[in-house]
């Protein structure tokens, strides 16, 4: 912890700390073996979740920062302000993983967030506002689907109980996995779910190749891109392989084919705006020579433009539909999250900030969706974005330099501070 003295916030992060601790918090669920050294396997509300979440309370311990926990699962560090009874300024990210992720996703913000509080104790600045650094619980969604369901529950843009009976592939429902968390974090003081902040500023690695491509240090985020998820299951009829005339058949696999090309013609795109992935498919019996009776897939669906993101979207059951011969047709849509924009408050903190501190940096819209997206209607709301290699995320190969994630962390300790103060 010796520092040589800093005069100034962002001069007094650390970029070696940062990396550390960086490194410390992957070594936590590291997946064995991972060929490109970085794998991290770190599912919300297991015992790896906790475990990071004791060292990050010790380091936030280290400057006097104090802890909370809300009803759900939500850790929340906070460092005092001159006027403690100010609307604080909030930062931070999340802390689980993708079941095949990395090293930064998510973690980054965080652990900026603490380091950004850290360079603020180290070089004896006191804030009007406090500020806080939350974690916010399952962002991810990997073993509970759908994510963010921490900030979403914290927001009210969901009922914390609306998700007690989700289940994870072991069968745990998310209210028992949750209840067996919280009693484990006992000691921690409680805090209601849900305030209104100041400002909320998430520092995140891109995901994408954009700033990289362009050579750019920061990204202002502008907005995020709406994500609407469905589930679409086709229900057919079984038969023998070899006996079976095609003509007597009720094929769901024939059919879901038919179904993706219609939805491939639906999503068509010139501008290359538009997301559409067919990510997982279902196949029953699956074996190879039976006629398919069940095939199920998933739609992952986003766009920048509500209007599209409602227009298209609300065509998908219509199209299959039309589309198939046979089988019976179920599309459930499982999550929806309306495009947002940023607040221009926090967007223009965070454009200045990069400027003042010599970084290069340009606006951009964020393709992946955040806990900043639930947190835009309690509170003005922006993105830090820092490039990552090749634009590679939920993947053991995701890589920013220790540099770009510093840079990151300074212009955040800058944008906290000025927001902070007013
Ligand atoms: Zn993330």
Redesign the pocket.
């Known amino acids: 912890m010796s520092q040589p003295a800093a005069t100034t916030g962002a001069a007094a992060v650390s970029e070696a700390r940062q990396w550390e601790r960086l490194m410390a918090m992957a070594a936590i669920g590291a997946i064995p073996g991972a060929i490109r050294g970085g794998g991290v396997n770190r599912a919300c509300l297991t015992r790896l979740d906790r475990d990071a979440r004791r060292v990050l309370i010790g380091w936030a311990g280290e400057i006097g920062a104090t802890v909370t926990v809300d009803s759900a699962g939500n850790l929340w560090l906070r460092r005092e302000g001159a006027d403690p009874g100010a609307a604080p300024v909030l930062t931070g ?2 802390m689980d993983t993708q079941p095949n992720g990395g090293r930064f ?2 973690i980054y913000g965080v652990i900026a967030g603490l380091e950004a509080l850290t360079a603020l104790h180290l070089a004896g600045i006191t804030t009007r506002r406090p500020i806080e650094v939350v974690a916010w619980t399952n ?1 991810e969604g990997g073993r509970f689907a759908p994510g963010c369901m921490g900030s979403m529950a914290w927001s009210g843009c969901k009922p914390l109980a609306a998700f007690a009976e989700v289940t994870d592939p072991d069968g745990i429902r998310f209210a028992d996995a949750l209840a067996e968390h919280l009693a484990a974090e006992v000691d921690i003081s409680p805090r209601p779910l849900g305030h209104v902040p100041h400002a909320y500023v998430e520092a ?1 690695i891109e995901q994408g190749p954009i700033l990289e491509n362009g050579g750019k240090d920061i990204g202002v985020v502008s907005g995020i891109q709406g994500s609407r998820w469905f589930t679409v299951t086709l229900t057919g009829e079984t038969a023998h392989a070899g006996t079976t005339p095609l003509a007597a058949r009720r094929d769901a696999v024939q059919d879901m084919v038919r179904a993706i090309a219609a939805l491939n013609a639906l999503m068509h795109d010139p501008d290359d705006v538009l997301r559409f992935t067919v990510g997982r498919i279902v196949v029953e019996p699956n074996t190879s020579n039976s006629v398919a009776d069940k095939a199920s897939f998933t739609i992952d669906f986003r766009h920048p433009d509500k209007a599209v993101l409602l227009a298209r979207g609300d065509a998908i059951e219509d199209v299959v539909r039309a589309a198939v011969r046979d089988a019976g047709v179920v599309v459930t849509e499982t999550f929806h999250a309306l495009p947002v924009e940023f607040h221009p408050m926090v967007v223009g903190a965070v454009e200045e900030a990069a400027g003042a501190l010599g970084l290069s940096h340009m606006r951009l819209p964020s393709g ?1 969706f ?1 806990d900043a997206q639930f947190v835009v209607p309690v509170c003005p709301t922006g993105m830090i974005f820092v490039p990552c290699r090749k634009g590679i995320s939920h993947n053991p190969a995701e890589y920013s330099e220790p540099g770009q994630l510093a840079a990151g962390t300074r212009v955040l300790t800058e944008v906290l501070l000025r927001l902070a103060n007013e």
């Open positions: 990210s999340h996703d998510g962002e995140h992946a955040h």
